[in-house]
Each structure stands twice: as structure tokens, then as C-alpha cells.
């Protein structure tokens, strides 16, 4: 037996590939493998960026004792979470069947069926934090599962029934303006009113529930609502979470204040935040917002284009194996770089100490002033920033996880797509539309869509959140450039979605009815930290009827919101997406501006886009003389004379 990772393309796979573990990659193979020997399934995910699957491979994959333990009791896979979400989602909600709190490395016990009967995530080598030993855990699910043969098959059967989607449609309030404003009301209340996010610690983006705080805010006229979301944003863009001198979030803070981050970056959280930014901005013209944006967007450009041009998914947390040693500072670091006067500027602006912030280091933050300086301040600090970054640039960087998944590239096209309009950045768009083009092309066979890519190689099926994700791409392209072939693509792949993912009771399944490697095909509207698949079709549904002009596809936009009526009167909080997305139901919006030339249409396209209409389907054609793109929502729209 061997190790059998070395011919993978996913870099978190490849991590593991020395491991002395003989490592399975999941398939039907290892699945077989399980059958052939009759020893239970040890399931290991995570993924690149990832610290704490980092720890707990030097702490045991890469111990010989332990492997041989590993390897001598279970058939041993290992899946990365990014490469299959479909099979991460079914073994992480058996988790928290189980009554434990979620996270990765996720550390599952499945049958030789492949169902789970126990499992947990990071384990120690000792006994200590309250968890148990690693390998105590190994030799005591080994002998329940070789000893005690009916328990493993009572908890394997009960938690598979208990993840499997159930019908909820009918059994709930109805999504109207009363429920969501009432319960926007009552989110506000939960915010961090000095720092925002959601009180305590950690703190996430949590685009979900500030997208549906900001859209209630706007439409109902609520404050406070409002007033949360900018507070959180702000914060954010001058908190520690934030790469001030490379651009680009870190995926959370573990602090309550977003000043240390767990520093791993993230294709999904930089295209929500930009994207939330960018329409926020339309409102508050917060410079803070416009900034952060743009030198976003420049870290995007410089580190994270793959190969092709499709959109990277990650930077590691760790370098030299250490968390966040690549972006910390010590005041004599600065000093030297800077020079004494330069510095103290420089350490009076960005909280930088003798002592520090982060284990002897500081880590950059501007968390004393919610607003940029004046223009002068923040020239000579920018040229500051510059020095420092490039001699950053000589540390060992972290791991680059280069594979281009679907469904995280088509959230940075939509982000990159509104933004390029709204900032009048035509790069942006372009870098937006060469991304496009390698899904829809590299990544497609036919009509269906594969969820990642590396090297070459496709891996995995699509799921329904690639197809959600790459039609809102489609339509956002279709609303920055007029080109009718997007939206054909968008009409395209949501046939696809309804062919292969549609549930019978209501919504999509994460899985297509061809993925055969699931035990159960999920099907939930819940929120997450990429929004879901459920929501985001309601949204993609409703702009598909406004530029087609086909009710139908409105119609099912409904059906998918009364669908999970039950799973939202049961948690209403935890479908914050869902909620955000059924205001398109309610009130779908169209604005269509149409002039014969540039000059005529500028007035027009400045108002549109300083002032925030979230949800709407935005289409400005400056020429409408000459023809009108074959877009039903522009027919019959010329400008006036």
C-alpha cells in the first residue's frame, strides 16, 4: 500500500502526498478499497489555505506512529473541500447532527457504505484542550467498529436520514415585506454597534446577513440597518483583516475588534466585499469604500490570476510555517525601511509598536480613524506602503492554491462586472470577462460545468452553486457589456441546473442527478460562508424574467422562496440569503437608460450609479440609434429625440 496523492492536481492533495499515511483520494477506488478489506473509512477534509489542517498534518500525518496506526486500522481518503463542496457539505452536516460545532480539518468515521457514524475535527497527539489524543481516537473507533457492529450501523443510519433534504413547502410564513422588514428590524440588534459585525468574537464578513441589512435598509427606510452595514464595513477596511499593504481580506478575525485575522485570503470573501462596497459606495460615496476597492482589485491583478486567466482560489495563512509571518512587522523592520521620521508617521498611522499586537509583531491597522486622511496624508503614506510592500515581496510568500474553481470565479466576474461600471473601469471589466471565458470554455464540456481546474485538467462535477454563481456572472456581463451571447449562456446553464439539479419538491440539490459518488443529494437554502445556490438562483431567476420578459422564470424564482417556507419559520436567521434575494420576488426592479450617444447618456449613467439600487437589472445602452442589442428588456425602448 502507498500513498496515492502524487497524481492529483488540488494543492491541498498535494500537500499530503509525502505523507507516510497511505493516503486515498476519494473515489470509487478507495471506496472499493473499504468493501475489499472491510476496514472502516477515516475521512480527512480541508483545504489549502487552511492553518489548522496545517497543524494537525505535522502533528500526525507526517508522524510514522501515527500513520502506521492510520493506516493499519482504516482505509484512509482525503478530500479537498474546495475541489468537492458537495462531498465536504453532506459529511460536515453530519457533524453537526452530531451536535458539534463545524470547522477544518473535518475528521469523519464512515462505514464501508461510506456513511457516517462519528467523527470531529482537529484532533491533538495529546490529550489536551478537552479533546482526546488522536491516536486513542483511532484504536477506540476501530474496535466500536469491529466490536460493536450494531451501534455503527444504528448511528450511520440514523445520521444519513437525519442529513437527507426533506419537504418544508407550505409549512411557513409567507416572504413578504412585513416578515423581512420586521426581521431586518431585529438583526440590527445583534450588530456590534462601535465595530460592527455580529457581536463577540470571531467575526466573519457574513455577506449574507449585512447584503439583507443593507437591501431592508434601503427599501424600508431603516436606519439603523443601514447604519450597521457601514459601521461593518468600515471597520473592516481599516481593521487588521485587511492587507493594508498588499490589498486584499483575510477570511475572518479571531478578535472582536477585526484586528487579527486568521490570515488566509480568499478568492469568495474579496468578490462579496467588493461587491457589497461597491454598492454601498452608490449610496454613502464613502472615499474609504472606493479605495479599498480599487487596491483590492490591484491585489487580485498582481497574485491572483492563474494560468489562463481564471481567478486563483487562495493564499495560505501560513508561510515557513508560521501563521501570518509574512504579513506581521516589528517597529525596527519599519524603521529600517522607512528611516526614523518616515516610520514614526507610518507607526502613529498604522498601530505600530515596540511591543506589538501579534506575538512580539504588529500587525498593520488603522482601526483609531473610521475614514481616510486628506489627500496629502494619505499620499506620503501610500509611498510608505510601497517600500514596505516591496521589500515584502523578499520574505517567503505563502502557499498559492492556483486551481480556478466555477463557482468562486463567478462571484469575482459579478463583483468585477458591477464595479467596472459603477467606477468606470473598463480594465476591470476586461479582467471580468477573460475570466468568463475560461469557465465557460475551459471548464465546460457541452453544457455542463466542471467545478474546478488546475494545470490543464478539469476535476469534479459542477454543482448547483457553479451554476448559480456563473449565471449571475452572465447576467452581470450582459448588463455591463449588452452582448445578447451572455445572456444566452445564462439561459443556457440555468436549462442545465433545472435538467440535472431540480428537486421535485422545491429548489436545487447541490449534486447533479449523474454524481454518483454521494450517499444523499443535499438540498438546502441555508447560509454559508459563499451564498447559497438556492438563493442566488431566486435573485438570477427574477433579472432572467426582467430581460427575457418570460414570467416563468419569475414563477419559479417563487416556487424555489415557498419551498423552504418551513426551513425558514424554523431559522429564519439562518436564511438571511434566501430572505435578501425573495425582495426580487416582491419587487423585481428594471431600469433601462437608452440615449443615441456617449455624450447624451453620461448625465443618465452618473445619477444610475450614485444611487443604490440593490437587486435591480441595470442596462444603459448609449446607442440606441443605431440598434438595439437582442435583449427583449431593451425592445421597444429607443431614446427619445
Known sequence: MTNRLAAETSPYLLQHKDNPVHWWAWGPEALAEAQRTGKPILLSVGYAACHWCHVMAHESFENDATAAVMNELFVNIKVDREERPDIDAIYMAALHKLGQQGGWPLTMFLNLEARPFWGGTYFPPRPQWGRPAFVD???????????????????????????????????????????????AGKLVSIVDQERGGIRGAPKFPQWSFFWLLWRAGIRYGNRDALAAVE??????????????????????????????????????????????MTE??????????????????????????ADGGGFAASLDADSEGEEGKFYVWTADEVGDVLGAKDAA??????GVTPEGNFEGHTIL???????????????????????????????????????VLADWN??????????????????????????????????????????ASRLGRCSAPGTATDYANMIFAAIRLTEATLDPAYLEKARSWAATLETHHANGEGGYFTSADDTRDVIVRMCAATDDAVPNANATMVSNLAALASLTGEPSYLARAGEIVRAFAGDLARSPTGH???????????????????ANSNEAITPLRVALYQRSLPGAVELVNSDAAKKAPDIAALAGKPALP
Open 137 to 183: 481516537v483511532l484504536k477506540e473507533v476501530s474496535r466500536i467498529h469491529r466490536e460493536e457492529p450494531e451501534k455503527i450501523a444504528n448511528n450511520s443510519s440514523a445520521l444519513t436520514a437525519a442529513i437527507a433534504p426533506g419537504a418544508s413547502a407550505g409549512d411557513g410564513p409567507e416572504v413578504s415585506d412585513a416578515l423581512i422588514a420586521g426581521l
Open 576 to 594: 438571511t440569503g434566501l430572505l435578501a434575494q425573495a425582495l426580487d420576488v416582491i419587487a423585481p426592479q428594471l431600469v433601462v437608460l437608452t
Open 231 to 276: 459601521t461593518t464595513l468600515a471597520n473592516i477596511c481599516q481593521g487588521g483583516i485587511y492587507d493594508h499593504l498588499g490589498g486584499g481580506f483575510s477570511r475572518y478575525s479571531v478578535d472582536a475588534q477585526w484586528l487579527v485575522p486568521h490570515f488566509e485570503k480568499m478568492l469568495y470573501d474579496n468578490a462579496l466585499l467588493i461587491d457589497l
Open 365 to 403: 491597522n488603522r482601526l483609531d480613524a473610521m475614514a481616510l486622511g486628506t489627500d496629502e496624508q494619505e499620499t506620503a503614506l501610500r509611498a510608505m506602503r510601497a517600500k514596505l510592500l516591496a521589500r515584502r515581496t523578499e520574505r517567503i510568500r505563502p502557499g498559492w492554491d492556483d486551481k
Open 410 to 451: 463567478g462571484l469575482m466576474i459579478a463583483a468585477l462586472a458591477r464595479a467596472s461600471q459603477v467606477f468606470d473601469r473598463p480594465d476591470w471589466l476586461a479582467l471580468a470577462k477573460t475570466a468568463f471565458e475560461f469557465v465557460a470554455t475551459r471548464m465546460t464540456t457541452g453544457d455542463r460545468l466542471h467545478h
Open 280 to 305: 454601498v459606495w452608490r449610496e454613502t460615496k464613502t472615499p474609504l469604500f472606493e479605495t479599498r476597492i480599487a487596491e483590492t482589485v490591484d491585489w487580485l491583478e498582481r497574485e491572483m490570476i
Open 345 to 350: 508617521v507610518f507607526a502613529a498611522a498604522y
